[in-house]
């Protein structure tokens, strides 16, 4: 694969974690701040701890898939190395849907409160997203390993 290709997905790997942190130094310290009603301000204060907590899995996914990329680069994409990156990619993505689903009551909380139906459906969207992404990682995970052990089959063969 060209240099350029990685490069530019480097790139896109780094604006998909800017705004995430912009998110969590701004957005996330202004909302406990002002609520919307400050009747159940209270109930906001799990969600925006389980949302400060999966940024953690999200930012150790994307220094995977950047470590992913560099070892693409160097031409080792068919080694362990690029397994064990597609598994944490998986694990973390595991991590942020279970993080959400415990996440998920409290917002229920907010909707009936607030009368919002339409926020359950918001608050799934990342439990589904994430879920999709476990799977696919899990999935080239499999498949590059496989490719690995028929590689490896190859190269004992005369």
């Given at each position: ?23 969590g130094i701004f957005g996330l310290t202004w909302l406990p ?116 052990n028929i590689k490896s089959e190859n190269d004992l063969t005369?």
């Amino acid at each position: 694969m060209k240099h350029g290709s990685t490069l530019f997905l480097k790139l896109a790997v780094f604006l998909i974690g800017t705004p995430v942190l912009a998110l969590g130094i701004f957005g996330l310290t202004w909302l406990p701040k002002n609520p919307a009603n400050p009747d159940y301000a209270h109930i906001l204060y799990p969600i925006v701890i389980g949302m400060y907590v999966s940024t953690i899995p999200f930012f150790i996914a994307l220094f995977q898939a950047f470590k992913l990329l560099s070892y693409i680069d160097k031409n080792q994409a068919f080694s362990q190395i690029s397994v064990k990156a597609l598994k944490n990619i998986k694990f973390c993505a595991i991590t942020i849907s279970g993080l959400y689903v415990v996440i998920l009551p409290f917002v229920y909380i907010v909707a009936e409160l607030d009368d919002a139906p339409g926020l359950i459906i918001i608050g799934m969207v990342p439990i589904f997203a994430s879920m999709v992404i476990a799977v696919f990682a899990a999935v080239l995970q499999r498949l590059l390993q496989e490719a690995i052990n028929i590689k490896s089959e190859n190269d004992l063969t005369v």
